[in-house]
């Protein structure tokens, strides 16, 4: 059961336009949102992050809405630049069960994204 | 700041044979730790997580194990290692956030 999707696999635009990734969930349980960056045989980069109270959060050229009763959130990236060409996964937190810190994340698939200059 | 180690980078194992990963995380206290897999071509798989010493969550049925000996340290582990056991594997850290290691690329011949 795949509870994060990332419905587009690739994704391809042109440098300084707007790069736009969509990400869908089912789990109604989940509270927080991230974003994260991936460049091959690297380990994910956190991008930005975003809670189940707010709708949007912006940080420099990253934006992120959040559309809960849709159970969908995206990621805005404007201007698009050549080094934002990676794998974008989207991921999905509830509190561990016995921790009082720190949450299991949930993964989409990841979009690759290829800004051409 | 924190840190967070993982080696080795790459290894090169023949079917059968044993494994240990580790990742060591400095500059935290009882962080939670997570092991991913991330196969060719997919996303990243939970395998493992762990909010303390000694205690171990198992996500997926599989060929692998974890161990976390202290409170720093966490262990992927495997007696008989399969074919599909290859992929990239990934340690991770949070307080909320999670952030990786660079991960060990596995390739089981």
């Known amino acids: 059961d795949q509870q994060v999707k990332q419905n587009s696999p690739s994704l391809s635009v042109q440098e300084g336009r707007i790069s736009i990734l969509n990400c869908d969930y089912t789990?109604?349980?989940?509270?927080?949102f991230l974003w994260y960056k991936k460049y091959p045989a690297e380990g994910p980069t956190f991008l930005i992050s975003?809670?189940?109270?707010?709708d949007k959060n912006e940080d420099g050229r990253f934006t992120v809405f959040l559309n809960k009763s849709a159970k969908h959130l995206s990621l805005h990236i404007v201007p698009s630049q050549p080094g934002d060409s990676a794998v974008y996964f989207c991921?999905?937190?509830?509190?561990?069960?016995?921790?009082?810190?720190?949450?299991?994340?949930?993964f989409g698939e990841g979009t690759q994204l290829t800004v051409n200059p | 700041s924190q840190t967070i180690h993982q080696w080795p980078a790459t290894l090169v194992q023949p079917v059968g044979s044993p494994l240990s990963l580790e990742c060591t995380v400095e500059?935290?206290?009882?962080?939670?730790l997570y092991w991913y897999r991330q196969a060719a071509g997919r996303g990243l798989q939970l395998l493992f997580y762990s909010v303390g010493i000694g205690q171990i969550s198992s996500e997926v049925p599989q060929n692998l194990s974890a161990s976390r000996p202290q409170d720093r340290q966490f262990i992927l582990s495997s007696k008989k290692l399969l074919l599909s056991d290859s992929g990239f594997y990934l340690c991770?850290?949070?307080?909320?956030?999670?952030?990786f290691g660079p991960g060990t690329r596995l390739t089981v011949l």
């Open positions: 975003i809670s189940s109270i707010k």
């Open positions: 991770a850290w949070s307080l909320h956030e999670q952030f």
């Open positions: 991921a999905a937190s509830e509190m561990t069960p016995g921790s009082t810190s720190g949450s299991r994340l949930t």
């Open positions: 500059g935290t206290s009882n962080p939670n």
């Open positions: 789990n109604s349980m989940f509270d927080y």
